[in-house]
């Protein structure tokens, strides 16, 4: 789909989206979201550029996701979608900038796009220029890249509480730590592709504040100085999250294997108990004729007293000894 964007009086506002319009000078914002190849031939038969297909933005390496080309700057980040989905995942997002226009081609909506687009329709400041769309653009990514990691500190913090605190287990204790090892499995996921988001983010900002293609304007660099501080410290609270998520993986590895292991003192202490009751009652179960008791009315009882203390002295010992 198509969506050109122009600088109105109350703020964005969209405009007929055409292939001839694509040049229209009131034209600050091209948006490609799931081009078909006809409207990629269009914006790159108007605008004279090579927009990238979606191939070539899965395929490029690292390195070569940042380069100019004439009076534009190719700039292709990665970006994690569906955060608040159970299937989190990273795709590409292709910035192409120039002087008077800014090329966005993707094939995701991800929430801050549709933030922005919402905000900057009421807020004339935020599309004075091309360059102030895209940097208005990366300050929603991290927000919405920030706003994610603290839902997931939250949510480690009650995993957290789960775990150490007897009280607050449910008695199918197995059961509950299946469902603890999911929450922490996803929020390491989201973690990991959250942190490569970050890296990119970081490698674009870097790019566009030493480029010479472009001149930004002083307040735009000082807004990228700006985004790219907050990625570097949200790239350090996802490092702490992390180690985070496998402390308290090896915790929750931890409690499973205590509940199991008590599962088999419960079953090892009743053995101990029951073993001299079996070995009493297997010696008075022989059947010879010459047996002690056979023949006297107090033998059964004598028998079943032998049993019991048998049990009781064991019982005894492990309660003495701290081991129940």
Known sequence: MLTLYGSGPSGLRRLPADA???????????????????EERSVERALRIDVPTREEMSE????????????????????VTKL??????????????GKDRLVTNRYVDPVPFRRFIAYAETHPATCASPATLLTGLLESIVDRL?????????????????????????????????????????SGDVISKARESLVSLGRLLAFMQQTTVITLPQDQRNRCRTIARDVLSLSDHASFLA???????????????????NILKIFSV????????SLIAGIFGMNFHQMPMLQRPEGFWITAGLMLASMLVPYLYFRVKGWL
């Open 20 to 38: 001839t319009g694509t040049t229209d000078p009131a034209v600050s914002w091209v948006d490609l979201l799931e081009p078909t190849p006809e």
């Open 60 to 79: 490029l390496e690292a390195s070569a996701r940042l380069y100019e080309e004439e009076n534009w700057l190719f700039m292709t980040a990665t970006l």
């Open 84 to 97: 608040d989905t159970e299937t989190p995942q990273n795709s590409q997002v292709t910035f192409i900038l």
């Open 146 to 186: 920030a706003e994610s990691l603290e839902k997931i500190g939250i949510n480690l913090d009650g995993v957290s509480t789960e775990i150490f605190t007897p009280q607050l287990r449910s008695s199918g204790g197995a059961r509950n730590f299946n469902r603890i090892l999911g929450r922490v499995g996803l």
């Open 243 to 261: 180690n985070k998520v496998t402390f308290l993986l090896d915790a929750t590895l931890g409690m499973i294997n205590i509940e199991q292991n």
């Open 270 to 277: 009743v053995t101990v108990f029951m073993l001299p009751p």
